[in-house]
């Protein structure tokens, strides 16, 4: 057991969870959001869509959990690393490039991760601790999204998502070893497709809904 602790709190260790956490968390925004759609087919749709998922019950709260456990491993050695780096380098140019400063979305996935931490935690705040009792999820969203300021708070959180997304994904795949000149262009460009599809599936919702509204 010893072995297996130092292998994964290792730098390749701690890279190898962050990659998958992370394609994790992109296999969850991808159903997330196609389930998300369903808001295009009317309240009744919607409001089905969501009672098929608490209707799974137990299913649905070891999902939760185990999302849960996804994110502090992803948070915890995403943190340590970029504290790592940033003793080791001892420059933010240094840790910039080491992160791949080339993009925008390697030079701020610290930041842009604090970002989508804080808009998760909002997010769970308006739409699954919020009392349901006497109104359905269609007229919570509905609601919600009347407030320009909650509009723009929404969509500007997608942005950073697309921009966490447009790295992760590739980099991800990096660090299980699929960095060969065969494969790396054609990964690129469904990281690009994907945090694109990221943005506008889940940004233009919130626009679409204050207009219907």
Not at 173 to 180: R, V
């Amino acid at each position: 057991m010893n072995w297996i602790k130092q292998t994964l709190w290792s730098s390749i260790g701690k890279k190898l969870m962050m990659a998958l956490t992370g394609l994790a968390f992109c296999g969850f925004l991808a159903g997330h959001l196609a389930g998300n759609l369903t808001i295009y087919g009317g309240q009744n749709a919607f409001n089905a869509y969501a009672e098929h998922l608490h209707s799974l019950g137990p299913l649905l709260t070891l999902a939760e959990w185990g999302l849960v456990i996804l994110a502090l491993i992803h948070i915890i050695t995403g943190l340590t690393l970029f504290y790592q780096n940033t003793i080791a380098r001892g420059s933010r140019y240094a840790v910039n490039k080491k992160g791949g400063g080339r993009t925008i979305g390697s030079a701020t996935m610290p930041y842009t991760g604090v970002l989508l931490l804080v808009f998760v935690i909002i997010h769970l705040v308006n739409f699954h601790f919020v009392d349901k009792s006497n109104t359905t999820i269609f007229q919570i969203v509905s609601e919600t999204f009347t407030n320009p300021l909650w509009v723009i708070i929404y969509v500007v959180a997608m942005i950073a998502a697309a921009v966490h997304v447009s790295h992760g994904f590739w980099s991800a795949f990096q660090s299980f070893g699929a960095n060969h000149p065969k494969y790396m262009p054609t990964i690129m460009v469904l990281s690009i497709l994907f945090s694109l599809a990221i943005a506008l599936g889940f940004g233009l919702l919130p626009l679409y809904i204050s207009v219907s509204g």
